[in-house]
Each structure stands twice: as structure tokens, then as C-alpha cells.
């Protein structure tokens, strides 16, 4: 049984940074796709990085390029988003999420699609004062 926990999340103001974790159960992890989705109220949710580590592929939506990095510890099974330069739009709940099947090629073009997602952490709260 997969199972994602997430936590990190804060009150920052413009400018500043955090670090969300998200601590997970998988086996083989490195064949995983594994992805940060974030929600803001009233919005959908929407994607903001995956990543892939076989192939060793980082994924991440336009707003947050540049401010954002994804990585993960194996050693750990940890998976992190580290993000800089928070703007009040950045304001959501975060959630990480992995698809249960082997992850390949084919996440460049769908890592964004969160229906292929099986698994769900709770979430955690970010949010950005101006």
C-alpha cells in the first residue's frame, strides 16, 4: 500500500522560502513518477513539478520554473520541493502524488495529467503575505 505525508508547509512573507517533504512508502521508488500538485480555494488543482528519477527528469509548470526545485532522497524516501521567491500566488495546499505503474519516457508529455495519478498525500498549507 502506497502512503505519501506531506508537511513543511508555513506563512511566509513575499519573497521568502520554504521546503515542503514528502515522506512516502513505495517500492522501487526510483521507477516512480512522483509530482507536486497544488490547490488553491476555488481552483482546481493544478500541477507544479514531477520528477522521474530513473531517468533522471525534473518537470515543472511555467509559474514556478526558476523558484522552484524537486528532488528526492532515496536513502530517505523522501521527496522534496524546494521553493524560493514565494509570491502570494503561490498561496495553495500542496499535495505529492505518484502513478502506481512503472514510470518511462512516455511522463515527459503526461506528467501533468493528475487522472493518471493513483496516489494522494493529505496536503499542506502554504501561504504568502504581501
Known amino acids: 500500500q502506497v502512503r505519501l505525508v506531506e508537511s513543511g508547509g508555513g506563512s511566509v512573507q513575499t519573497g521568502g522560502s520554504l521546503t515542503l517533504t514528502c515522506s512516502y512508502s513505495?517500492?522501487?521508488?526510483?521507477?516512480?513518477?512522483m509530482t507536486w500538485f497544488r490547490q488553491a480555494d476555488g481552483n482546481e488543482r493544478e500541477e507544479v513539478a514531477g520528477?522521474?528519477?530513473?531517468?533522471?527528469?525534473?518537470y515543472y509548470a511555467d509559474s514556478v520554473k526558476g523558484r522552484f526545485t524537486n528532488y528526492q532522497d532515496h536513502a530517505e524516501n523522501d521527496l522534496y520541493l524546494g521553493m524560493n521567491d514565494l509570491k502570494p500566488e503561490d498561496r495553495a495546499l500542496y499535495y505529492c502524488?505518484?502513478?502506481?505503474?512503472?514510470?518511462?519516457?512516455?511522463?515527459?508529455?503526461?506528467?501533468?495529467?493528475?487522472?493518471?495519478?493513483?496516489?494522494w498525500g493529505q496536503g499542506t498549507q502554504v501561504t504568502v503575505s504581501s
Open positions: 502524488a505518484t502513478i502506481l505503474t512503472v514510470c518511462g519516457s512516455w511522463f515527459r508529455e503526461q506528467w501533468n495529467n493528475r487522472r493518471l495519478y493513483h496516489s
Open positions: 513505495v517500492d522501487d521508488d526510483a521507477s516512480r513518477c
Open positions: 520528477i522521474y528519477s530513473h531517468g533522471l527528469r525534473a
